[in-house]
């Protein structure tokens, strides 16, 4: 099976602190993605990415930024975290090729509060 | 853009009771569409998808989506919920037009033993 690691499962920090959200897959797939989750809203896409060292903005990408150095892992950043960042956030990837957006392998999540 | 539209957020059932949850989208073009699944503590997972073919289409778990494209619509159905169906479900719809999957808000389902 595809695992997809989240290197924390809860967080907290204070605003205006720099985050980092770290995420491992080990199925050398091409595409990682990072989604916040809120209740009512979903999954909302923050960034992916389909190769190392590429990236493409999601559907919020403001406030956040992304770095793909090696091919397993995806790291998203909060630069200057603030309040309505606080949220659920999952890491995901999946095959590659033609089909971005096919079956996603996601992680565990990462609960993030900011105070 | 394209738009998923979950119009059930909570949904309370008995078990042996039907389940019909309803998803709605908003793009012309052709797409693919999805549903996934996260129980109780765990990861999001597939439950089913409709790429072409068949708009019938059957999921893990007794699960089945009907597409259809005149309705913009991908619902959900189950014949008979158990307990452990009880979990959170998520739409979401891949349009060729975009290289991005777009989730509805969820459903929260909760199956009553």
């Known amino acids: 099976d595809v695992k997809v690691t989240q290197s924390s499962r809860y967080l907290v920090k204070r605003t205006g602190e720099k985050v980092f959200l770290e995420c491992v897959q080990d199925m050398d797939h091409e595409n990682m993605f990072w989604y916040r989750q809120d209740p009512g809203l979903g999954l909302r896409l923050i960034y992916f990415?389909?190769?190392?060292?590429?990236?493409e903005k999601g559907d919020i990408p403001e406030g956040y930024s992304v770095s793909r150095e090696k091919k397993e892992r995806f790291s998203l950043i909060l630069e200057s975290a603030s309040t309505n960042q606080t949220s659920m956030y999952l890491c995901?990837?999946?095959?590659?090729?033609?089909?971005?957006?096919?079956?996603?392998?996601f992680g565990s999540g990462t609960q993030l509060s900011v105070l | 853009a394209q738009s998923v539209s979950q119009h059930n957020h909570h949904v309370i059932l008995s078990e042996a009771a039907s389940l019909e949850l309803g998803c709605n989208y908003s793009?012309?073009?052709?797409?693919?569409l999805f549903w996934y699944v996260q129980y109780p503590g765990q990861h999001l997972q597939l439950l089913l998808k409709?790429?072409?073919?068949?708009?019938l289409v059957k999921g893990i778990k007794g699960f089945e989506a009907e597409f259809i494209k005149s309705k913009f619509s991908f619902n959900l159905r189950k014949p008979s919920v158990q307990w452990s169906d009880t979990a959170e479900y998520f739409c979401?719809?891949?349009?060729?037009?975009?290289?991005?999957?777009?989730f509805g808000g969820g459903t929260r389902l909760m199956v009553k033993p």
């Open positions: 979401a719809v891949k349009s060729n037009a975009g290289n991005m999957l777009t």
């Open positions: 409709y790429f072409s073919g068949d708009p």
């Open positions: 995901a990837s999946s095959l590659g090729g033609a089909w971005l957006g096919e079956k996603l392998f």
């Open positions: 793009y012309g073009g052709t797409v693919n």
């Open positions: 990415s389909y190769d190392v060292k590429m990236k």
